[in-house]
């Protein structure tokens, strides 16, 4: 996630609004604490209220709601970074999908950038979500701008292959081809 807000010429996390979209607990929105983000302008919305409760009693000084993403509550061009970890691949819905990713990129200033983080496989254990591919995220955001790169080895070999071997999963990685999620940076065309 820094090696893509690096990328995204992002230094530093100070002064940036940040929406988590399918926040959950709100872990991820913690976590950039670390990185300097301040709690006051940090935002997560999740659609369980059992999860924002949660969230809640971790660090109350974030801005947690439950919501739909479909209809966000924030106004037009507020955040510098809107950021997604594995919420896509749980929407079957493609019309409900399209509608959260028009609020992500309407809440989203002129010059901030889509954090993506979702699969790029189909779980063939788990019928409840379903994969979200190249095209798939290029017809989500039409007009923009978006660098993708395949990541993380599909937790089977690695089950399989790390005990014996750590080098040999390392390089697998490296080579991509049993990758199984992509990790993005999307941005609005200028």
């Known amino acids: 996630m820094v090696k893509m807000l690096k990328r995204a010429g992002i230094r530093t996390l100070q002064d940036k609004k940040i929406l988590d979209v399918g926040c959950g607990d709100g872990r991820e929105l913690i976590n950039l604490i670390r990185y300097g983000a301040k709690p006051e302008n940090l935002y997560g919305i999740d659609l369980l209220e059992d999860r924002i409760i949660e969230a809640k009693k971790l660090h109350p000084y974030i801005n947690f709601i439950s919501g739909d993403a479909s209809t966000l509550p924030y106004f037009n061009e507020y955040f510098d970074i809107v ?57 989500l955001f ?49």
């Open 83 to 139: 950021m997604q970890f594995t919420v896509f691949t749980s929407i079957l819905d493609k019309n409900m999908k399209k509608k959260i990713a028009e609020e992500m990129i309407r809440v989203l200033k002129p010059d901030g950038i889509i954090l993506w983080y979702d699969f790029s496989f189909n779980n063939p254990r788990n019928p409840d979500v379903k994969r979200v591919s190249k095209k798939d995220i290029y017809e």
């Open 142 to 190: 039409p007009n923009c701008e978006i660098y993708l790169k395949r990541i993380i080895l599909a937790p089977p070999i690695t089950r399989l292959i790390a005990r014996r071997s750590q080098l040999v999963c390392y390089i697998l990685e490296k080579l991509k081809i049993f990758n199984t999620h992509y990790i993005g940076i999307i941005k609005k065309k200028t």
